[in-house]
């Protein structure tokens, strides 16, 4: 599992630049909101994206929807954190098995998949 973190405040494409499905959704949650529903760019016709777009139409919802759907994107994010520190937790304690078989911070960091900073890190808390 791979986590993915956009900055919507620093995507600057155009629609003339837009040619990926990635870049087609990061434009639609960025400009979904402010855009004249007489100018819709052509690809939010495709099925997948009109999908989504109505998927996320708060608009539509009735309150209880509405209170349902922010209870369940809640729920989401708790769930993602939760993997986020789960997933923390395994790199620390492979980090610390392999500095306990007196491997390299290189190492370590290469068995982790992490940086060596944050193996230096690891290896401060346990001394």
């Known amino acids: ?29 960025k400009t979904l909101h402010t855009t004249d529903p007489t100018q819709y760019p052509a690809f939010w016709d495709e099925e997948w994206l009109r999908r989504a777009i109505d998927e996320l139409d708060t608009r539509k919802m009735t309150p209880e929807e509405r209170a349902y759907f922010a209870r369940v994107t809640a729920t989401n994010a708790e769930a993602a954190n939760a993997e986020k520190q789960r997933i923390l937790a395994v790199k620390t304690d492979t980090i610390k098995e392999a500095l306990a078989m007196e491997l390299t ?3 370590a ?10 193996v ?4 401060r808390k346990i001394a």
């Open 1 to 29: 599992m791979s986590f993915i973190t956009v900055e919507l405040a620093k995507f600057n494409k155009s629609v003339a630049q837009i040619q990926t499905d990635l870049d087609k959704l990061v434009y639609t949650m």
């Open 105 to 107: 911070v290189a190492q």
């Open 109 to 118: 960091a290469r068995l982790a998949n992490v940086t060596e900073e944050f």
């Open 120 to 123: 230096l890190d690891v290896q």
